[in-house]
């Protein structure tokens, strides 16, 4: 029997109750128990009702939850031939048998006005399990924290356990989880990167120094991993305000200012890409694009993905679009990997290109929907692409609704595509294990198609200009080009568009070569995943496929550049930090190897065999790429640095 409607009306016999009328369902008998309790008034809202779990009783699959009010226990009942919903506020109705049992059910009790705020924040949004993230931002940005009274009247709206609520909300840094009797922070939050770029433009002592000359009590001070700006190292974020090449006295005048909101850069909007030709392209697909041609073009083309992992971007499209339908297309924008900024670099500027190259994307996958997974510490592109998409669809260029735009919570493992797919579910970022593949069983178990932000925009471009604008450029042997985001002891740091066969010596040239006073010394190649190479391998091309033999990877292209001035030894540390704090905590070679290893790395001189050892176990049996790729900077500092270790 499908759901049955009824709607609540006010009888005339009996006081403060209101008489249920319930087309179609027969409520026989109910528990006698509650034959006889008393009536109270309950809502006032139609009420969708179907047998549960027998047919002789009802559950109300609106407001199922409303089967277990704090202040007692409510039951459809009846009487006078007609059928009531009742609140059995006797004592002791949740044990049967003799006693006074419990009055209320187990656990946090529901807060009416708890419930109402968050009625009112949620509106008339569905109740989607996959929201949960996106509710609880709103909690969040509402009230600055999540209270516990919150929580539970989430779990109540959304149908969900409380424990099911609460472990989602703890995984993810950017939420603040205040239980009953704790303090809720502070109205303002800075979060200072400590990681590896910022870490030594003096990321330490500006955080000393904001938390001696600041009260506590109206500002709490806090560390955090890469903002994505390395290239205007030391960063920090001032409410959702980040402070470039940042110290005290900048601080100060944005607290005095209340300069606390994104800075939303100019760039080219709808109007302007089109009148530049934007979106021609995909109307010509849409129209009669073949796909195979499309596939063969960004293949002859070189395109691999971009993300880090370099896999063919033809043949991922190829996969998804053999597996049966119906599929997605979820887009990777988390660029958490320390180092990397190259998405945000794009998306500040040109945004469309990346959206145009995204509904080609689901074009050739014939995706359903696209998501979009944008990281949190991007606020200026999340506005961007919130009014993007809003013209987008004004435009008629795409449905609404067609583009979910996602934001991610502040957990750097999201950017790993199946714990990405996970957290759009509205899940914690835990890596699925593998296989199945996200091509063949993704997002809510379809096939979806999973690209990072610039590959996306590269097949824009190619298809728009020609694959000879990536296979056109060749150097040392290399075709291609890549988005280098470099920082440290730079002249120029920033995102420098350079032959995908450059070495490191051609990048810091692009750069302006090294900052006066300091002296070549090592370079992180592809973020701390990568660890760190001396500066005598600056001769080799910072291409796929390259590095392996060196025991690193190029990844997303983040290069950090150290000079003499620098450790490699603390390098490495700053990177298993990372990892320590980032490590979803989901398998213990990564969980305690990560902990291990910074414990390890922290004596004077390092337990190199140990360390090898725990290496091993790590890299051999983590499940995803995090735990995999750990060890890389220990090895690498031992191998190319023994003087310091
Ligand atoms: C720990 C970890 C973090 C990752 N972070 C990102 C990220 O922030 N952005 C991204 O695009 N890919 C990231 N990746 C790679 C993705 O898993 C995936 O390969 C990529 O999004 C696929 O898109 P592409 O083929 O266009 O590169 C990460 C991988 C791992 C193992
Ligand atoms: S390797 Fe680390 S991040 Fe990856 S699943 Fe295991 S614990 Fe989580
Ligand atoms: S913004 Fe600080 S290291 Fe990237």
Not at 128 to 151: C, K, M, V
Not at 425 to 442: I, T
Not at 498 to 527: N, R
Request: net charge negative; glycine share 10%; aromatic share 6%.
């Amino acid at each position: 029997m499908g759901p049955l409607t009824g709607s609540v009306v006010k009888p005339p016999a009996l006081n403060q109750s209101y008489a249920l009328k319930v087309k179609n369902l027969q409520l026989a008998s109910h528990s006698r128990r509650f034959a006889n309790a008393p009536h109270r008034p309950l809502c006032e809202t139609p009420l969708q009702l179907q047998p549960w779990p027998n047919e002789s009783e009802a559950i109300c699959v609106v407001f199922g939850l409303h089967l277990l009010r704090p202040s007692g226990y409510v039951w459809l009942t009846r009487g006078n031939g007609k059928h009531y919903m009742a609140l059995d506020e006797r004592k002791g109705v949740w044990k049967s048998g003799k006693g006074k049992g419990r009055h209320t059910p187990k656990g946090r009790q529901l807060d009416d006005q708890a419930w109402n705020e968050v009625r009112a924040l949620l509106g008339d949004r569905p109740r989607s399990r996959d929201l949960l993230i996106e509710f609880l931002h709103l909690i969040q940005d509402a009230h600055g924290h999540l209270s516990a009274a919150h929580l539970r009247a989430l779990a109540e709206e959304m149908r969900l356990s409380m424990a099911e609520i609460y472990e989602v909300a703890t995984f993810y840094a950017h939420f603040d989880v205040v239980k009953e009797g704790e303090t809720p922070p502070p109205a303002l939050t800075i979060r200072v990167c400590d990681s590896l770029a910022c870490e030594i433009a003096g990321a330490q002592q500006l955080k000393s120094a904001l938390e001696d000359g600041l009260d506590p009590s109206d500002v709490r001070v806090l560390r955090a991993p890469c903002m994505g700006r390395c290239d205007t190292a030391p960063v920090l974020e001032l409410g959702h305000n980040h402070i470039d090449h940042a110290t005290p006295e900048k601080v100060q005048a944005a607290i005095a200012a209340d300069d606390t909101h994104a800075h939303v850069p100019g760039y080219e909007d709808l109007a302007a890409y089109q009148a530049a030709g934007g979106y021609a392209k995909l109307a010509e697909i849409r129209q009669g694009g073949d796909f195979e041609t499309i596939q063969q073009t960004l293949l002859d083309a070189g395109l691999r993905g971009l993300g880090g992992a370099g896999f063919p971007s033809g043949r991922k499209w190829g996969f998804v679009r053999a597996a049966p339908g119906p599929r997605y297309l979820a887009v990777n924008g988390d660029e958490g990997e320390p180092g990397t900024f190259k998405d945000r670099y794009y998306l500040e500027r040109t945004p469309h290109l990346f959206l145009e190259g995204m509904l080609i994307g689901a074009w050739a996958v014939e995706a359903e929907k696209c998501f979009i997974y944008m990281r949190d510490e991007y606020p200026a592109v999340l506005k961007i692409l919130t009014d993007e998409i809003a013209s987008l669809e004004e435009a008629g260029i795409v449905a609404p609704g067609y583009i979910d735009l996602r934001r991610g919570a502040g957990a750097y493992i999201c950017g790993e595509e199946s714990a990405m797919i996970e957290s759009i579910e509205g899940k914690r970022g835990l890596p699925r294990h593998r296989p199945p593949f996200v091509a063949n069983v993704g997002l809510f178990g379809r096939p979806t198609l999973v690209n990072n932000v610039e590959t996306l925009l590269w097949v824009a471009r190619i298809l728009r200009e020609g694959g000879e604008i990536l296979s056109g450029v060749e150097k040392n042997g290399r075709k291609g080009l890549r988005s280098f985001s470099v920082s440290g002891r730079v002249k120029n740091p920033g995102v420098h568009l350079l032959p995908a066969g450059s070495t490191m010596q051609d990048i810091i040239e692009a750069c302006g070569g090294m900052v006066d006073g300091h002296t070549f010394k090592a370079y992180q190649p592809g973020g701390p995943s990568a660890g760190l190479l001396p500066a005598s391998m600056a001769d080799i091309p910072m291409d796929f496929d390259v590095l392996q033999e060196h025991g690193t990877f190029i990844g997303s292209a983040a290069i950090v550049v150290l000079s003499e001035a620098d450790s490699a030894r603390d390098a490495a540390l700053n990177m298993l930090r990372f990892f320590e704090d980032e490590s979803c905590g989901q398998c213990t070679p990564c969980r305690v190897g990560c902990e291990k290893a910074v414990k390890l790395m922290q004596a004077d001189r390092w337990d190199q065999p140990l360390l090898e050892e725990l290496c091993t176990a790590m890299a051999d049996a983590s499940i995803c790429g995090l735990g995999q790729a750990a060890p890389n900077p220990i090895r690498l500092t031992m191998k190319h640095f023994p003087d310091e270790v």
